[in-house]
């Protein structure tokens, strides 16, 4: 019972930021691949081009999040999905990533 004691009270309580798996500190190489490309194409394309998404959060920064959120193939399957929907003729408004079968969050 000691060294298990010893051993919560050495252990950090929150995990340090330096640890923490943040943008450019993703372990899926292809998820790197993509996250450079979205930030490439926000840095340099984006600007010159009219804003004309319809969503919130932007489809640049859905794609993002599902790659975070949801690894390579599934953020991709998402990112065409959402391209697929940000046109005239489709919704618009707060569409966070989320996959098919699960609920869709509120407006926070």
Same mark, same amino acid.
């Not at 959402?82 to 990533?97: A, K, T």
């Given at each position: 019972?000691?060294?298990?004691?010893?051993?919560?009270?050495?252990?950090?309580?929150? %995990? $340090? !930021?330096?640890?923490?798996? #943040?943008?450019?500190?993703?372990?899926?190489? &292809? *998820?790197?691949?993509?996250?450079?490309?979205?930030?490439?194409?926000?840095?340099?394309?984006?600007?010159?081009?009219?804003?004309?998404?319809?969503? %919130? $959060? !932007?489809?640049?920064?859905? #794609?993002?999040?599902?790659?975070?959120?949801? &690894? *390579?193939?599934?953020?991709?399957?998402?990112?065409?999905?959402?391209?697929?929907?940000?046109?005239?003729?489709?919704?618009?408004?707060?569409?966070?990533?989320?996959?098919?079968?699960?609920?869709?969050?509120?407006?926070?």
């Amino acid at each position: 019972m000691a060294r298990s004691k010893i051993l919560t009270e050495t252990l950090p309580k929150k %995990v $340090p !930021s330096s640890l923490s798996n #943040s943008d450019d500190e993703v372990d899926n190489l &292809g *998820v790197k691949a993509a996250l450079s490309m979205l930030k490439f194409y926000k840095r340099e394309i984006s600007p010159v081009i009219p804003k004309s998404c319809r969503f %919130v $959060p !932007s489809c640049s920064e859905y #794609s993002m999040e599902a790659y975070k959120k949801y &690894g *390579v193939v599934k953020g991709t399957v998402l990112t065409a999905w959402r391209l697929c929907r940000c046109n005239p003729l489709g919704g618009s408004g707060f569409d966070p990533p989320r996959w098919f079968d699960e609920e869709k969050p509120t407006e926070e």
